[in-house]
């Protein structure tokens, strides 16, 4: 079993707390959960939870975008002779395009 690294906020901040831990082990799904932390702090758990979850699907979605982002990348540098992909072309301006910045929370916006 290879352990997952701590991240470094996490690290750093004393009052940082694990909610979550999940694992693949004999053919299936096994995960303990920090339940009760935020009703205890007052704030509605289902709710917070899905929250949480929201946050963790969306971390998911920004890094295989940009793990996509970077094949395409590599692979038409690696490749010259290629023809100019459509994903390097300018887009009309109702074309979606995604905002990355930090709030005052320290989570992205996008």
Do not use: Y
């Amino acid at each position: 079993m290879r352990p997952l690294v701590m991240p470094h906020a996490a690290q750093r901040d004393e009052n940082a707390v694990q909610i979550l831990s999940a694992w693949i082990a004999e053919k299936g799904f096994h995960c303990t959960m920090n339940v009760g932390m935020w009703s205890a702090q007052g704030t509605d758990e289902p709710w917070a939870w899905g929250a949480f979850l929201a946050e963790v699907v969306r971390h998911l979605g920004m890094l295989f975008t940009r793990i996509r982002a970077f094949r395409a990348r590599r692979r038409f540098v690696e490749s010259p002779k290629q023809s100019v992909p459509n994903w390097t072309r300018r887009r009309p301006r109702s074309a979606v395009t995604f905002a990355l910045g930090r709030t005052n929370h320290g989570t992205a916006a996008v």
